[in-house]
């Protein structure tokens, strides 16, 4: 995957590792300007890695995570249903996953996908299926007793000020 990545004629800036993302040992402190990732904080201890991020962001740094929710009722049958489809150190975003990066980083979360991961499913994902579910995810989830059964959470992560 690295020799992939350093292939694809990005600028100097971008750095590829094989780390441990609990610890992000190969990154020095204070000099993350951005980090992203998706599907991969839910597989962390989140009290290494929010204290490890704290760290290793810049000043005005920030990271962006898509991470699966637990609230969705559908999803956690889903999950109960099919238990061997999943690693044994996977544990969806929940209250508890939240409180645990707020004692090292600031997290901002919004919330997506209610009707997105199914519908435009049930139409052989045609795009303007997608494009409705889409706009209806971002209608319905402004109502605080629905955002609990989003499926995805995107969290903005900065350093704790």
């Known amino acids: 995957a690295i020799a992939y990545c350093n292939g694809l004629g990005l600028p100097a800036s971008f750095r590829f590792a094989v780390a441990d993302a609990n610890e992000l040992d190969c990154v020095e402190d204070a000099s993350v300007d951005f980090a992203f990732g998706h599907g991969v904080l839910h597989h962390l201890d989140l009290d290494r890695f929010g204290a490890a991020l704290q760290r290793k962001l810049a000043p005005n ?69 997608t494009r409705i579910a889409r706009s209806l995810d971002d209608y319905l989830l402004r109502a605080p007793i629905l955002q609990s059964q989003a499926w995805l959470l995107q969290m903005e992560l900065t350093r704790k000020t």
């Open 61 to 129: 740094g920030r990271a962006r995570f898509v991470e699966p929710a637990q609230g969705n009722f559908a999803l956690r049958l889903f999950r109960k249903l099919t238990p061997t489809l999943r690693t044994d150190d996977e544990r969806p975003f929940d209250t508890t996953s939240l409180r645990q990066l707020r004692k090292h980083v600031d997290v901002r979360v919004t919330d997506h996908a209610l009707l997105r991961p199914f519908l435009p499913m049930l139409f052989f994902n045609a795009k303007p299926v």
